[in-house]
């Protein structure tokens, strides 16, 4: 299992922006499918944005669609979630995740092999 570190969350004006990184030790990062999850408080954690072994194709829940952008660099072990135009309901912690091969599953918690361990974001209005 590769074992991940998110960096980059704070606190953000409502408009603002920022960029999420997800750091992965070893080296087999390049067979994960990974993706993005958050979790508000008192809510269940919901997918945010996944991304194939290779990086070509990408995919974005509803409600961030259009201002957050998943994308991965595998030479540097790193998934980044650049966030754009956020909005105090993207108040949340952000997970990255982990999927050894990759599932069509890629928006359920379950399918996930591994999970960093957060990131806070906050957002004011």
């Known amino acids: 299992q590769v074992q991940l570190v998110e960096s980059g969350g704070g606190l953000v004006q409502a408009g603002g922006s920022l960029r999420l990184s997800c750091a992965a030790s070893g080296r087999t990062f390049s067979s994960y499918f990974m993706a993005w999850f958050r979790q508000a408080p008192g809510k269940e954690r919901e997918f945010v944005a996944a991304?194939?072994?290779?990086?070509?194709?990408?995919y974005h829940a509803d409600p961030v669609k259009g201002r957050f952008t998943i994308s991965r660099d595998n030479a540097k072990n790193t998934v980044y979630l650049q966030m754009n135009s956020l909005k105090p309901e993207d108040t949340a912690v952000y997970y990255c995740a982990g999927d050894l091969g990759g599932s069509s599953r890629y928006t359920r918690v379950g399918e996930y092999d591994c999970w960093g361990q957060g990131t806070q974001v906050t957002v004011s209005s």
């Open positions: 991304i194939s072994l290779s990086g070509r194709t990408t």
